[in-house]
């Protein structure tokens, strides 16, 4: 079968493609073949030897699949062969086939196809994780969505409606808060052309933003917790801008807001009844209509270090999805 191997921590540019033997699943694990793979920024720092966990080296970057089981180990009973099924494997996904733990899999929706699927597990599940655990956001609320039309930032958007939040949507570019629109944002600021403070300010009526999901970090950060209101959170989600933030502790003691870390990897592994829950209700809104991943690029497992590479370079809107060949079911 392909794989996509690391062989070094570096540049994107040193992955390969090879062919690759693939044992039988152990206890507990499952042989999935594998129709697409989501490609997600974590990939790109985990690849360069950036992200808080670093794989053995060799290994095939990847966290997320959608695919069929093949076989299955002992003591696996949620899973049967011939089963459609999406998860967060941790590494293995940009490959062909894989024998990952079936605790992170989880039965696919049949209304969700696997294009779409492959796109879905990190972002929403990412996201549901920060609005409804760190944040618990109420219906009501005012959320501040920055980097609104990325895949983490989209799906924020649409899980805050569909938690009841009004929803501003800030990102760097009118095509971009286009996306966040569709996606049912009620307000929209273009950070690189207008102030994100005097805008909030503004749309709030100098209230302030009860929660700020914020993926991008830099200058950004300190902005959003400078127009956060009384008692607000304000999510650490990610830092795609680059560079990781310093904030001064006294905003925070004068707005009484809490600085809120979100770790879905981390969550998903020790909360796995509540991580099921939130897929439970994440499917539920998808088969309902309010939730429509935008899958923006389809390309080939070949095809990889470009799909990496929009990732970093911060060009990509919404999902981009590496399929294998292997017939969609």
């Not at 939040?165 to 971009?176: D, F, L």
């Not at 300010?201 to 300190?222: C, S």
Request: glycine share 10%.
């Amino acid at each position: 079968m392909r794989a996509v191997i690391c062989k070094a921590f570096g540049p994107l540019e040193d992955l390969v493609v090879e062919a690759k033997e693939l044992g039988e699943p152990g206890p507990g694990e499952v042989r999935v073949a594998i129709e697409a793979a989501g490609v997600n920024f974590p990939d790109t720092l985990m690849v360069e030897g950036k992200y808080q966990v670093k794989p053995p080296l060799p290994f095939t970057p990847g966290t997320e699949i959608a695919g069929i089981v093949q076989s299955v180990g002992d003591g696996v009973t949620h899973l049967e062969v011939g089963m459609p099924v999406v998860g967060m494997v941790g590494v293995g996904a940009f490959a062909e086939e894989s024998v990952v733990s079936a605790a992170r899999l989880m039965r696919r929706p049949a209304s969700m196809d696997p294009v779409t699927a492959a796109g879905f597990s990190m972002t929403y599940g990412t996201s549901m994780h920060a609005l409804k655990q760190r944040a618990q956001l109420l219906p009501g609320e005012t959320l501040l969505v920055l980097g609104a039309s990325g895949g983490v930032g989209l799906a924020a958007v649409e899980i805050g409606k569909a938690m009841g939040a009004t929803v501003i949507a800030a990102a760097s570019s009118a095509e971009k808060l286009e996306v966040a629109r569709a996606a049912g944002a009620d307000h929209l600021i273009n950070y690189a052309t207008e102030s994100l403070r005097d805008r909030v300010k503004e749309l709030t009526a100098d209230k302030g933003v009860d929660v700020v999901y914020d993926p991008v970090g830099g200058d950004f950060l300190e902005q959003a917790v400078r127009v956060t209101a009384w008692e607000g959170r304000v999510l650490v989600v990610g830092f795609a801008a680059g560079t990781i933030p310093r904030i001064p502790a006294n905003l925070l003691l004068l707005k009484g807001c809490a600085l809120v870390g979100v770790f879905f990897g981390t969550f998903a592994a020790r909360n796995r009844q509540a991580n099921k829950d939130n897929f439970s209700q994440l499917f539920t809104w998808f088969e309902e209509g309010k939730l429509k991943p935008l899958i923006s690029r389809t390309l080939d497992l070949a095809d990889t270090v470009e799909a990496l590479q929009l990732l970093a370079a911060r060009s990509a809107i919404g999902k981009i999805v590496l399929t294998t060949g292997r017939a969609l079911s």
